[in-house]
């Protein structure tokens, strides 16, 4: 999903492409057009449309959110207990990413803050 891409990279990035590119994979996923590669390749960039982009630009559509946050929790929610961490760790690791690269235009400290809130939510959850 290079929109994702687009939008932590462009400023000037419009947010209509991602929509579209949100109800793509919501569609192809229901088809159930997918194996566990596909979904480790799309839905770590699912969960940064649906749960890091809203914090950081409120003007996103909620509708788009909405999508992507009920592809994320109803896919990560039919998965095994492998591939459930497996989406974890990538997510972990793209946020962990984002932080060190300084050509992202979300500024780091929105990163830091939404990546250790995430990893407080997951060690609970674990606890």
């Keep these: 999903m290079s929109t994702v891409d687009d939008i932590l990279y462009n400023v000037n990035t419009s947010f209509a492409r991602l929509a579209t590119a949100v109800d793509f994979t919501r569609v192809m996923l229901s088809n159930r057009m997918f194996d566990n590669d596909l979904l480790a390749s799309l839905l770590p960039n699912i969960f940064i449309v649906g749960y890091l982009l809203p914090v950081v630009f409120p003007t996103l559509e909620t509708s788009t959110i909405n999508i ?60």
């Design 68 to 127: 992507a946050q009920g592809i994320w929790v109803h896919w990560v929610s039919k998965t095994d207990t492998g591939l459930q961490s497996t989406l974890g760790g990538l997510v972990k690791e793209r946020l962990q990413d984002l932080i060190q690269d300084c050509s992202v235009c979300i500024r780091s400290v929105w990163l830091l803050v939404f990546y250790c809130v995430s990893q407080i939510s997951s060690d609970q959850k674990t606890s």
